[in-house]
């Protein structure tokens, strides 16, 4: 039986990526509210929060593209991919295993999850 929040599994670059960007956002969110806090001057804040913010939106292109690229293949395929590997099961019947990575493909389950992920991406 799948798992109602199992996750799709990510290269492991793309979550390095991921985790980096999110460090520099809050590096940068830390940056700009530590001086606030102490009522530092500031003119400190426009030579430091610029590049970290620039650092940080520019880290999150990857991850909303990623994203947006999920979505797409969803929708092209009604939520019918492999949840481990995003394999196309859209020729396959319910409870065979995927050809790439040996899976049982459970379809209502599977698209389920799909969906409870996807959610604001997939308009249904």
Not at 6 to 28: E, T
Not at 65 to 87: F, K, N
Not at 88 to 111: I, K, S
Request: hydrophobic fraction near 45%; charge should be positive.
């Amino acid at each position: 039986m799948t798992k109602l929040f199992h996750r799709p599994k990510y290269s492991k670059p793309f979550l390095i990526w991921c985790w980096l960007a999110w460090q520099v956002l809050l590096g940068g969110a830390l940056v700009a509210a530590i001086p606030a806090a102490f009522d530092i001057p500031h003119f400190s804040l426009l030579l430091v929060v610029p590049p970290y913010l620039f650092l940080g939106l520019l880290g999150a292109v990857p991850m909303l593209w990623h994203q947006r690229s999920v979505a797409r293949r969803l929708r092209e395929t009604d939520c019918h991919l492999c949840p481990d590997c995003g394999y196309d099961l859209r020729d396959h019947t319910d409870a065979t295993p995927c050809p790439e990575c040996g899976r049982v493909w459970n379809q209502a389950a599977d698209t389920e999850v799909w969906r409870t992920l996807y959610k604001g991406h997939l308009k249904y």
